[in-house]
């Protein structure tokens, strides 16, 4: 996990993951903004389910999905949100907004993560970068475009 940016209220960092996908929250509690780029391929439904079920539970009030199969993304993080109640209906105080960006480029989607990632009841800042494989190449173009918009 690194640290992208801790400018006076906000608090960016970021992460590249392999199998089996372990996530874990540098932040020690609260909600947090979630840009989810996936770059592996070969990602099994239940490993979706899983990280889609922990990317809620840590606390993500709005995740930004692009990459590889990003609408079943959004799919999954919408379901893992509702099926925290019983009766698939959470508070309003705890809604997951949810996005998916196809073929758009990293900057157009690190641009609409920092500064669109707002909506009634969250406003974030605190900002998680997580690339789902990849090569360091595809790890650094993201983390970079999400620091270029936290600093402008």
């Known amino acids: 996990m690194e640290q992208l940016t801790d400018i ?72 893992a949100h509702l099926a925290t ?14 996005t998916w960006h196809d073929d758009e480029s990293i900057e157009d989607v690190a641009e609409f993560f920092v500064r669109a990632t707002r909506f009634e009841g969250f406003e974030p800042r605190r900002f998680l970068v997580v690339c789902l494989g990849g090569d360091e190449a595809d790890y650094v173009q993201v983390r970079d475009a999400v620091r270029t918009c936290l600093r402008t």
Not at 58 to 72: D, E, F, I, K
């Open 85 to 98: 109640d019983a009766n698939f209906d959470p508070p309003d105080s705890e809604f997951v907004m949810t």
């Open 8 to 79: 006076g209220d906000r608090e960016a960092w970021s992460t590249r993951l392999a199998r089996p996908f372990l996530l874990e929250s540098p932040f020690s509690g609260g909600s947090f903004a979630l840009l989810l780029r996936v770059l592996d391929t070969t990602i099994t439904r239940e490993e979706q389910t899983r990280l889609s079920e922990r990317i809620v539970r840590l606390g993500c009030r709005y995740a930004v999905c692009a990459g590889h199969g990003c609408s079943s993304w959004d799919d999954s993080i919408d379901m």
